[in-house]
């Protein structure tokens, strides 16, 4: 019985640890996802409001721009180019948009691309890159730590579910051993009242019932 109570407490914990793990890891996805956008949006405005300050965007944005940019005229021709290597084909295909689009050309990277037009009629394409693998270290530290603390959170539940049972039945356990030593060597002996609560009480109640039939107490007929 102290095995089922823990094995079903083990259980219960693991069934709520999975459950809470599985809520962190929404909560972050959709934080890193939030915060991507974020960054991606205040890079694309610092870069436009570089290019609207004079009337040709490439010469307000040379050698003003930060890594991971890069900007299209009208034409689709690059302007300005910061971006890596491998990330320049996926800003290509967003050359000529005519909205706000953001593309994942591979799993370390997200890319946005915004359209513009200067006060002096310059228009064109502005591309931003964000690496994406910081976020996922943060996501997975996060799981780490989850798991980590779901097993001990296990074991601490096992533990606890398996004393508290303990003692819990002990009581029971003295007194099916009493009844089995008076049966065999006292057979008038009562337990009487039982200070323990109401449960050992009846119990208690239940054996002394028991010892009444003639072939003694808590024989295996008198049951």
């Known amino acids: 019985m102290r095995r089922r109570i ?8 693991l069934a ?3 459950a809470v793990g599985c809520g962190i890891q929404i909560v972050l996805a959709l934080t890193a996802e939030r915060d991507i956008g974020r960054v991606l ?5 610092t870069v436009i409001a570089v290019a609207r300050s004079d009337g040709s965007a490439a010469v307000a944005l040379a050698g003003r721009v930060e890594p991971g940019v890069r900007v299209y005229d009208a034409a689709g021709s690059v302007v300005v180019d910061t971006l890596a290597s491998s990330e320049r084909a996926g800003a290509d295909r967003l050359a000529r948009v005519r909205s706000v689009r953001d593309l994942a050309p591979n799993e370390s990277v997200r890319l946005r691309a915004t359209p513009f037009r200067t006060p002096a009629g310059w228009h064109g ?3 931003v890159a964000e690496p994406t693998g910081p976020y996922e270290r943060a996501e997975r530290y996060a799981l780490l730590a989850t798991v980590v603390a ?3 959170v296990l074991l601490a ?10 003692q819990a039945l002990r009581p029971v356990a003295t007194m099916a051993d009493r009844a089995a030593d008076w049966s065999a060597r006292d057979v008038g002996r009562r337990f009487g009242e039982v200070p323990d609560g109401p449960e050992l009480a009846h119990l208690a109640t239940t054996l002394d019932g028991c010892s009444t039939g003639s072939r003694g107490p808590w024989s ?4």
């Open 6 to 13: 823990v094995v079903s407490t083990v259980l219960l914990m």
């Open 16 to 18: 709520v640890m999975v």
């Open 41 to 45: 949006e205040a890079r694309t405005d």
């Open 125 to 127: 394409v502005v591309v």
């Open 150 to 152: 779901g097993a001990v």
């Open 157 to 166: 539940s096992g533990l606890l579910a398996s004393r508290i049972t303990s």
């Open 220 to 223: 295996p007929s008198s049951g």
